[in-house]
């Protein structure tokens, strides 16, 4: 009972694996968020009991003030810096940074300002930094802060 002829394997279909690795690909690039910013101040913010989502995500632009992170306290030293977007910046600096906001949004009327300030930041900077908020007509400002525990 011997078989005459040599049984070869049957090739793999791979028509459908380019739609499963598009499939993939897509599913990777809508569920992945990109940072945008790269921090070069460490900050806690503070805890709070009656916050609010923002709604247009869009139209906000974050200033961050703390210490710088580790890596960079050697160069910048230990006091409070402020950063706007990829850079360190001084308080007059941001009216400039405002307008330039404005420019990328969509509806800069419903510009918002939010605040991501260390919890041991001194509040004279923070009221250096709102002065100037008013100066560019920012007149929107938030106050990050997280979700204290009951």
């Known amino acids: 009972m011997a078989k005459k002829g040599s049984r070869e394997l049957p090739e793999m279909n791979t028509s459908s694996l380019p739609d499963l690795i598009f ?21 806690t913010v503070p805890q709070g009991t009656q916050l609010e989502k923002l709604e247009k995500k869009s139209s ?15 160069q910048m030293g230990s006091r409070t810096r402020i950063q706007l977007n990829d850079r360190y910046a001084e308080t007059t600096e941001l009216i400039d940074f405002v307008a330039q906001e404005r420019t990328t949004m ?10 991501k300030v260390d919890t041991k930041t001194k509040m004279g900077i923070v009221t250096d930094i709102k002065e100037q908020l008013r100066k560019a007509w920012a007149l929107k400002i938030n106050y990050s802060a997280t979700k204290k525990a009951q």
Do not use: H
């Open 23 to 43: 499939t993939i690909l897509f599913f990777f690039m809508i569920v992945t968020t990109m940072r945008e910013v790269t921090l070069k101040v460490k900050f």
């Open 60 to 74: 906000v632009s974050f200033i961050y003030v703390g210490p710088p992170t580790d890596q960079l306290i050697g």
């Open 106 to 115: 969509e509806d800069p009327a419903s510009q918002v300002m939010s605040l």
